[in-house]
Each structure stands twice: as structure tokens, then as C-alpha cells.
């Protein structure tokens, strides 16, 4: 309960050089993976909506973004990119359809990870796709990264335990890295 997610939350990393390389070099891997040239992509959680610009770019798809903490006075998108963000939590009636829904850095902050994942299901497409991206906890129960271990975090997974979370939401895994 005391942990508030809203426009003064920030965790954006787009500062790093490094880091924007591999949002690019990830986000032309989805548009090609999942050939959304002309489709229609939905992230949740997309802060300031930096992976989603990436997306839209790569792909030259429609994008709409979902985050409680995202500031359009702090974030200027890009203009004549087809991004639109909406600074609430997810909505199915808002997200509509997608042929790639993506949840990057969520589901470790959540209470029922199993229910938000069942809850996004109708917004895939017939062929839509679900990528799930979330810190590996391995390195940290090793004692390599403790400051992996965040308040924010209230679970950690492995790579095993992503896959039985997806299994338990109804969920396929059809490639894990």
C-alpha cells in the first residue's frame, strides 16, 4: 500500500547509451519476430514510452501504452509517431486489440500476477503475441546482485518460475531468454 505509482514514480533508463541500443536492437527483433509492419502493439507499463516510440519506429505500427506513472509534460513524444499513451492503469476497453502485447518490467511488482495476466488475454489478437520481460532473480539469490532485491519488487522469478506463472495464467511459452 505504500507504494504509489503515479507521474512522480521514475525509473527511466532511455538516459543510458547502452541502454537505448538494446531497447532498438529489442524492438526490431519484435517487429520482425511478430511482423507488425502495419499492426497494432500494446504495452503495459511503458513509463515514458520510450520502448514504444522504438517499437513504432522498427515497425511502423500503431502503438498505445499504459502507465499510472507516465507525465506527458515530462515525456514529449516524437511527433508523426503513431504513439498514444494513456496515464492509467491497463484498460481492455481502451487497449482494444493488439498483434503484440508487451509487459516489460510489470509483472515483479505485482500482488496476482496470475489475474493481471488472464485479465490482458482478450486484448491479443487472434495471432497476437505476449512479450513478458522481467529482471532474472537468479544472479541476486546467488548473492552477485543484491541490489537487484528492491521495496518495489514484491516477487522475483527465474526463468523456471516465469514459465510455471505463464503456465498457471494459460499461457504458452514458445521462446524463453
Known amino acids: 500500500a505504500r507504494v504509489h505509482y503515479d507521474g512522480a514514480y521514475e525509473n527511466s ?25 502495419g499492426g497494432r ?8 514510452g520510450g520502448f514504444l516510440v522504438e517499437l513504432a519506429a522498427a515497425a511502423g505500427c500503431e502503438c498505445v501504452g499504459f502507465d499510472p ?31 503484440l502485447l508487451c509487459c516489460r518490467h510489470v509483472l515483479e511488482h505485482l500482488e496476482d500476477p496470475v489475474a493481471f495476466l488472464e485479465a490482458l488475454g ?19 539469490l546467488r548473492g552477485e546482485a543484491v541490489w537487484d532485491l528492491i521495496y518495489e519488487h514484491p516477487l522475483y522469478f527465474t526463468a523456471p518460475a516465469l514459465l510455471r506463472l505463464l503456465e498457471r495464467a494459460g499461457i504458452t511459452a514458445i521462446r524463453m531468454e
Open 41 to 48: 502493439a500494446v504495452e503495459v507499463g511503458c513509463g515514458d
Open 122 to 140: 482478450p486484448c491479443r489478437g487472434p495471432d497476437g503475441a505476449l512479450y513478458c520481460e522481467v529482471p532474472d532473480s537468479l544472479p541476486a
Open 69 to 99: 506513472a507516465h507525465d506527458p509534460g515530462r515525456a514529449a513524444l516524437p511527433a508523426g509517431i503513431p504513439v498514444r499513451i494513456h496515464s492509467r492503469p491497463f484498460s481492455l476497453e481502451a487497449a482494444g486489440r493488439a498483434d
Open 13 to 37: 533508463l532511455h538516459f543510458s547509451e547502452t541502454f537505448r541500443r538494446h531497447a532498438a536492437a529489442l524492438a526490431a527483433g519484435l517487429a520482425r519476430r511478430h511482423r507488425l509492419a
